[in-house]
T-cell receptor
Framework: AQSVTQLDSQVPVFEEAPVELRCNYS??????LFWYVQYPNQGLQLLLK??????LVESINGFEAEFNKSQTSFHLRKPSVHISDTAEYFC????????????FGQGTRLTINP | NAGVTQTPKFRVLKTGQSMTLLCAQD?????MYWYRQDPGMGLRLIHY???????AKGEVPDGYNVSRLKKQNFLLGLESAAPSQTSVYFC?????????????FGPGTRLTVT
């Protein structure tokens, strides 16, 4: 079975500051890794994913995440945040085979202060 | 395309009442999922379906039933609602094809059981 731990439930930062949202996972089998974002009163949207290849993956809006197999981590980073990045961020994993069931972390609420 | 839609958006039930949540997708996805979202717990899988006429239990199936009579619809039923089922419910869908891994989420249904 897989499990995901997001180490921070809330992260407040000032606009234009860098941010890192931490995610660690546990699994006895190979997994794919995802970050989803949930803007207020909306459903979840895929932000980025790691399937294979380069361990650094990027999103179209400036976020990046690095897969670290030895530390079983998939932390999300952005060098300079904007007010519009205010949202809840979920890390998720799934087995590389089977019914594509996602296991989510508890979520991290990112609040951007002006 | 509408993507994934959920009906209703909000509902208040009294303990012991029953209701059905409807999820519809117009992307011809084979896989469909029902999750519940609770504060500090992320999203947890209730039931899922890998095709028309087939369903399976997820992480937290007790108190819920599902049906997938048509490929585009996935119904979640509560036969006798309990306050512990107060939550936000999300439906998601995805392709079965090995080259696609994203789950597409609906906007959610906020259910309160009093």
């Amino acid at each position: 079975a897989q499990s995901v731990t997001q180490l921070d439930s809330q992260v407040p930062v000032f606009e234009e500051a860098p941010v890192e949202l931490r995610c660690n996972y546990s699994s006895s089998v190979s997994v794919y890794l995802f970050w989803y974002v949930q803007y207020p009163n909306q459903g979840l949207q895929l932000l980025l994913k790691y399937l294979s290849g380069s361990t650094l993956v990027e999103s179209i809006n400036g976020f990046e995440a690095e897969f670290n197999k030895s530390q079983t981590s998939f932390h999300l980073r952005k060098p300079s945040v904007h007010i519009s990045d205010t949202a809840e961020y979920f890390c998720a994993v799934r087995h590389i085979q089977g019914a594509q069931k996602l296991v989510f972390g508890q979520g991290t609420r990112l609040t951007i202060n002006p | 395309n509408a993507g994934v839609t959920q009906t209703p958006k909000f509902r208040v039930l009294k303990t012991g009442q029953s209701m059905t949540l409807l999820c519809a997708q117009d992307m011809n996805h084979e896989y469909m999922y029902w999750y519940r979202q609770d504060p500090g717990m992320g999203l947890r899988l209730i039931h899922y379906s890998v095709g028309e006429g087939t369903t399976a239990k997820g992480e937290v199936p007790d108190g819920y039933n599902v049906s997938r009579l048509k490929k585009q619809n996935f119904l979640l039923g509560l036969e006798s609602a309990a306050p512990s089922q107060t939550s936000v419910y999300f439906c998601a869908s995805s392709y079965r094809a090995s080259g696609t891994y994203e789950q597409y989420f609906g906007p959610g249904t906020r259910l309160t059981v009093t």
